[in-house]
C-alpha cells in the first residue's frame, strides 16, 4: 500500500475542517503542479467532481475535464456536469458525446462481463484520443479515495469504468486519496457543489449499460432511462431519495402481452431495485409504501413507451446480487 493515512488524521464532518482540508489542498496542488496543466476524467460522479471543484479552486484553467458520455449516463447527468462545471465554475471542459460510438460497439453483444469489457476498453480508447489532442499536460489528476486504496486488490479495479492505462506517462494529481467517502460529500458541500451531486446514489461505471439487460437497444434503453426517471423523481418528492441506499430500474429483454387503449400492446417490464447496505456486500430491501409502487407503476406504465409491466425485486442480498448482472 503505498499511502497511508495517519492515525492523527481528523476525520472531516464539519465546514470548517473541510475548509481547512481544501486550504491546505489548495497549497499543496499549487506547490505540485506550479504553472503546468492538469488532464481530469470527470465522470460526474461524486469523486471525480469533487476533484475538479477543488483542482479548479487550486488551478482555475490550468485543469483540463474530459467529461465522456458513453451514451450510458443516467437522464440529464451530462446536461449537470456542462452545467456546474461548463457554466457555474467556468471551468475548462472538454464534452466528447461518444453515445454512438459505445452503442454500436455494444450492439448484439448480451453477455454481461463482455459488455463491462466493452464498455471500459472504449472509454479508455476515448479518453486516450482526446488527451493526444492536447499540448502540454504535465499530470493526470484522479478522484482516488482511502477505500480505493485499501481495496485495490482488485475489486475496485474491476469495477471502475474510469480506470485509465497505466502507461499514461503523466504524475498523478490525487487530492483526496486520504479522504473516506463521507468526507469527500462534506468537502464537496464545502466547496459550493449541489447537494444532489455531492449525495447522489451509487452508479455503476458502465452506467445504464448493467442495467438494459443482455443485448442493448437504444429503444429499451430509452425506455430504462425514462422509467429511472420516474423512479428517482417520485423517491425525491416522497423522502425515500435520502434514506434508500441504492434504488433504480432494471429492463429485461423480454416482452409481454398487454393491452392499452383497447389494442394488444406488448412491452418489456420494468424492474423496481431499492435496497439497503452499508458495503454493499450484503443488502436488505427497503419496505416502499404499497400506494407509491401504485403511483410508480401507474406513472411508468403511462408515461413511458414501450414499458407495459412493473415489477418489484424482493430478492435481498445474497442470494441476489444488487445489479442485476
Ligand atoms: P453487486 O451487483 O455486485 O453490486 O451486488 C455491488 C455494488 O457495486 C456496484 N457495481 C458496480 N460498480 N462497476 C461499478 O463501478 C460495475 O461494473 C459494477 N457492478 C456493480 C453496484 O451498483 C452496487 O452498488
Not at 486550504?23 to 503542479?33: D, H, L, N
Not at 425515500?240 to 387503449?261: C, E, M, N, T
Not at 443488502?283 to 403511462?302: G, K, Q, S, V
Request: some cysteine; hydrophobic content about 45%.
Amino acid at each position: 500500500m503505498s499511502i497511508v493515512r495517519p492515525d492523527s488524521m481528523e476525520r472531516i464532518t464539519t465546514k470548517a475542517l473541510a475548509d481547512a482540508f481544501i486550504e491546505e489542498q489548495v497549497a499543496a496542488v499549487r506547490a505540485q503542479v506550479g504553472d503546468k496543466k492538469v488532464l481530469l476524467a470527470l465522470s460526474g460522479g461524486v469523486d471525480s467532481s469533487v476533484v475538479a471543484a477543488l483542482l479548479i479552486k487550486a488551478i482555475g484553467k490550468q485543469l483540463v475535464c474530459v467529461h465522456v458520455n458513453h451514451g450510458l449516463m443516467r437522464k440529464g447527468e451530462s446536461e449537470q456536469v456542462i452545467e456546474v462545471f461548463g457554466k457555474e465554475l467556468d471551468a475548462n471542459l472538454i464534452y466528447v458525446d461518444a453515445t454512438d460510438r459505445f452503442l454500436d460497439l455494444l450492439a448484439g453483444v448480451s453477455e454481461p462481463e463482455k459488455k463491462r469489457k466493452i464498455i471500459g476498453g472504449e472509454f479508455i480508447k476515448v479518453f486516450d484520443e482526446e488527451s493526444s489532442k492536447l499540448e502540454g499536460i504535465s499530470f493526470l489528476a484522479q478522484g482516488t479515495i482511502y477505500p480505493d486504496i485499501l481495496e485495490s486488490d482488485g475489486v475496485k479495479a474491476h469495477h471502475n469504468v474510469g480506470g485509465l492505462p497505466e502507461d499514461m506517462e503523466m504524475e498523478l494529481v490525487e487530492p483526496v486519496a486520504l479522504l473516506y467517502k463521507d468526507e469527500v460529500r462534506v468537502v464537496g458541500e464545502a466547496l459550493g457543489l449541489p447537494h444532489a451531486m455531492v449525495y447522489r446514489q451509487p452508479f455503476p461505471g458502465p452506467g445504464l449499460g448493467v442495467r438494459c439487460l443482455g443485448a442493448i437497444t437504444r429503444d429499451r434503453l430509452a425506455a430504462l432511462r425514462e422509467a429511472d426517471a420516474i423512479l428517482r423523481e417520485e423517491f425525491d418528492k416522497n423522502g425515500l431519495a435520502g434514506k434508500v441506499w441504492q434504488y433504480f430500474i432494471a429492463v429485461p429483454d423480454v416482452k409481454s402481452v398487454g393491452v392499452r387503449d383497447g389494442k394488444r400492446y406488448e412491452g418489456w417490464p420494468a424492474i423496481i431495485r431499492a435496497v439497503n447496505t452499508s458495503d454493499a456486500m450484503t443488502a436488505t430491501i427497503e419496505e416502499i409504501p404499497y400506494a407509491l409502487l401504485h403511483h410508480i407503476t401507474d406513472r411508468i406504465t403511462h408515461e413511458v413507451e414501450g414499458i407495459n409491466r412493473v415489477l418489484y425485486d424482493l430478492t435481498p442480498k445474497p442470494i441476489g446480487t444488487i445489479e442485476w448482472e
